[in-house]
């Protein structure tokens, strides 16, 4: 008897881990890509070629505090932002920003524009704060 509770007990558990290997084979639904994200340096690069707009996600507090990248299109709410905001050509070359690496207004906003159908959508992951602190010039309200 004590045979047979080892070999059924064996079997359940060399099939659990099958079915735990084959699980793994199935393929998963991915997510969603989410917007790339570029530096300073890069959008720098960018902005002085003219090769990209950028999205001010932040608040007008944040604006007079810190300011804002000179150019931007500032954004009247990162949440509720009416599509006329944008540039109306989708294929215009967009980089989001907010305030630093831990405010996400950035990422919310550009995957509304994405939603909204703009086919070049980056995030500026280190803000304003980041710009600021590399020497980049700004504007104020």
């Not at 804002?68 to 009247?76: K, Q």
């Not at 305030?99 to 950035?106: I, K, L, V």
Request: hydrophobic share 45%; glycine share 8%.
């Amino acid at each position: 008897m004590r045979t047979l509770s080892f070999v059924v007990s064996c079997s359940l558990a060399a099939f659990a881990v099958t079915g735990a290997a084959c699980s793994k084979d199935k393929a998963k639904p991915t997510a969603k890509a989410g917007p790339a994200t570029v530096s300073v340096d890069e959008l720098a690069k960018q902005l002085d070629a003219k090769a990209a707009r950028p999205v001010d996600a932040n608040g007008d507090k944040t604006r007079k505090d810190v300011g804002f990248i000179p150019g931007a299109v500032l954004l009247t709410d990162y949440e509720t932002y009416a599509a006329t905001e944008l540039p109306a050509d989708k294929a215009q070359p967009l980089v989001f920003y907010c305030a630093n690496e831990q405010c996400g207004a950035s990422h919310e906003a550009a995957a509304k524009a994405m939603s909204l159908g703009y086919k070049d959508v980056k995030v500026l992951t280190a803000g304003i704060m980041g710009w600021t602190e590399a020497g980049q010039r700004v504007e104020k309200l």
